[in-house]
């Protein structure tokens, strides 16, 4: 038997003012498409805005359905869009964003396991780490260099 261990490495900004005027600008896209989403079971809104290498942003918001199986969400939105528009495109950074319509969500809120699954398809695809930032709606803001640091032990098509 071994052990083996697995370090993850994030930064941490206090609030979204510590960002780059680049960042801060993509996540408040990111803000504001969380504004759009259709969220009436959960309450839980997310926005994602995707900086791609040609220059686009492209925004995704979750889009829930009341069969919960069929509804995606935000990240998924937006990196789907970005790989049907541009399959050529890069995507270099990610800005996640949720909000609560019950309580004010204070604590960074990471993407979830479909989610990261999917950042990791096309971190593989273009062989360049995607930067992904990621806040409630209020509070410290994380910064991964890569997906990777979420999901260190990734399903790729090298296991198929």
Same mark, same amino acid.
């Given at each position: ?46 926005? %994602?805005?995707? +900086? ?9 918001? $979750? /889009?829930?359905? &009341?069969?919960? !199986? ?18 050529? %495109?890069?995507? +270099? ?9 019950? $309580? /004010?969500?204070? &604590?960074?809120? !990471? ?50």
């Amino acid at each position: 038997m071994k052990e083996i261990s697995i370090t993850s490495s994030f930064t941490i900004y206090d609030n979204i003012n510590e960002l780059s005027q680049e960042i801060q600008d993509l996540m408040n896209q990111a803000v504001e498409i969380r504004e759009k989403a259709y969220a009436p079971y959960s309450q839980f809104k997310v926005g %994602a805005a995707l +900086l791609l290498d040609n220059g686009k942003v492209i925004l995704g918001s $979750n /889009q829930e359905n &009341a069969a919960y !199986p069929s509804g995606l969400c935000a990240e998924r939105t937006a990196i789907f869009y970005a790989g049907s528009a541009y399959p050529e %495109a890069k995507i +270099l950074k990610m800005a996640i964003t949720a909000a609560s319509d019950t $309580n /004010q969500t204070q &604590a960074p809120i !990471p993407p979830c396991g479909s989610c990261r699954q999917s950042i990791a398809e096309y971190e593989i695809k273009q062989d360049t780490p995607i930067e992904i930032y990621f806040m409630g709606e209020i509070g410290e803001v994380y910064k991964s260099a890569s997906l990777k640091n979420l999901l260190p032990f990734m399903f790729d098509k090298k296991f198929l």
